[in-house]
Protein backbone atom coordinates (compact mmCIF):
# COMPACT_ATOMS: atom_id res chain seq x y z
CA UNK A 1 0.00 0.00 0.00
CA UNK A 2 1.40 3.14 -0.99
CA UNK A 3 0.66 6.79 0.67
CA UNK A 4 -2.05 8.20 -0.95
CA UNK A 5 -1.36 12.12 -0.95
CA UNK A 6 -4.41 13.35 -3.78
CA UNK A 7 -7.56 14.39 -2.43
CA UNK A 8 -10.08 10.96 -1.32
CA UNK A 9 -12.61 11.40 0.22
CA UNK A 10 -16.10 12.43 -1.56
CA UNK A 11 -16.55 15.62 0.24
CA UNK A 12 -13.19 17.21 1.79
CA UNK A 13 -15.36 20.50 2.42
CA UNK A 14 -17.80 18.62 5.15
CA UNK A 15 -14.63 17.41 6.61
CA UNK A 16 -13.00 20.75 7.12
CA UNK A 17 -15.78 21.83 8.79
CA UNK A 18 -16.83 19.06 11.10
CA UNK A 19 -12.91 19.45 12.20
CA UNK A 20 -13.41 23.33 12.56
CA UNK A 21 -16.86 22.84 14.15
CA UNK A 22 -15.21 20.01 16.83
CA UNK A 23 -12.75 22.90 18.27
CA UNK A 24 -15.29 25.65 18.18
CA UNK A 25 -14.70 27.24 21.72
CA UNK A 26 -11.36 25.62 22.58
CA UNK A 27 -8.28 27.09 23.61
CA UNK A 28 -5.42 26.93 21.75
CA UNK A 29 -4.13 24.27 24.20
CA UNK A 30 -7.49 21.96 23.91
CA UNK A 31 -7.40 22.43 20.26
CA UNK A 32 -3.50 21.07 20.32
CA UNK A 33 -4.94 18.11 22.44
CA UNK A 34 -7.74 17.28 20.55
CA UNK A 35 -5.32 17.48 17.39
CA UNK A 36 -3.45 15.01 18.67
CA UNK A 37 -6.03 12.15 20.15
CA UNK A 38 -7.34 12.66 16.38
CA UNK A 39 -4.50 11.62 14.74
CA UNK A 40 -3.51 8.92 17.15
CA UNK A 41 -7.28 7.54 16.42
CA UNK A 42 -6.72 7.46 12.91
CA UNK A 43 -3.36 6.18 12.65
CA UNK A 44 -4.80 3.53 14.57
CA UNK A 45 -7.56 2.81 12.35
CA UNK A 46 -5.05 3.01 9.24
CA UNK A 47 -3.10 0.14 10.77
CA UNK A 48 -0.14 0.46 8.92
CA UNK A 49 2.95 1.47 10.77
CA UNK A 50 5.09 2.03 7.49
CA UNK A 51 2.27 3.67 5.88
CA UNK A 52 2.37 6.27 9.01
CA UNK A 53 6.12 6.60 9.12
CA UNK A 54 5.72 7.63 5.16
CA UNK A 55 2.58 10.02 6.02
CA UNK A 56 4.93 11.85 9.07
CA UNK A 57 7.74 12.09 6.60
CA UNK A 58 5.96 13.70 3.85
CA UNK A 59 3.67 16.26 6.00
CA UNK A 60 7.24 17.28 7.53
CA UNK A 61 8.54 17.82 4.48
CA UNK A 62 5.28 19.65 3.12
CA UNK A 63 5.29 21.88 6.32
CA UNK A 64 9.08 22.93 6.02
CA UNK A 65 8.63 23.40 2.38
CA UNK A 66 5.54 25.89 3.67
CA UNK A 67 8.07 27.77 5.96
CA UNK A 68 10.50 28.45 3.18
CA UNK A 69 7.98 29.97 0.74
CA UNK A 70 8.27 26.79 -1.98
CA UNK A 71 6.24 23.42 -2.55
CA UNK A 72 7.07 20.39 -1.57
Do not use: C, W
Not at 23 to 36: I, K, N
Request: aromatic residues 2%; positive net charge; glycine residues 6%.
Amino acid sequence: MSLETKPNVARPDDIYEALIAAQAGMSEAESLRFSARLILLLINQIGNDALVKDAIRAARAQAQAAGSGRRA
